[in-house]
């Protein structure tokens, strides 16, 4: 099983920036497809963007334009760069690496004040 942590989640104004990213504990990391999910309160989990291992990226159609991931495969992460964030973008992240099974890390929290 791969362990997923999360970090760089905050509280940030309308029209910022965070940067989110996720480390894993197993080179399985490498050849996985990673993404990002969120879960706003009282919303079901939904997916934000994937990439994978030969680098084809997704987006959420809410996300794109404004958010970027990307992988670094030398040192085990994935990363979430979001700006120009709405009040909407409001809610909990995971980092998400899919093999034979999907793992999922904690969750970290965004939160956009308008």
């Known amino acids: 099983q791969v362990q997923l942590v999360e970090s760089g989640g905050g509280l940030v104004q309308a029209g910022g920036s965070l940067s989110l990213s996720c480390t894993a504990s197993s080179f399985i990391f490498r050849v996985s497809i990673l993404g990002w999910y969120r879960q706003a309160p009282g919303k079901q989990r939904e997916l934000v963007a994937t990439?994978?291992?030969?680098?084809?990226?997704t987006y959420a159609d809410s996300v794109k334009g404004r958010f970027t991931i990307s992988r670094d495969n030398t040192k085990n992460t994935v990363s979430l760069q979001m700006n120009g964030l709405k009040p909407e973008d409001t809610a909990i992240y995971y980092c998400t690496s899919k093999y034979s099974t999907t793992n999922w890390g904690q969750g970290t929290q965004v939160t956009v004040t308008s």
């Open positions: 990439i994978t291992s030969g680098g084809s990226i």
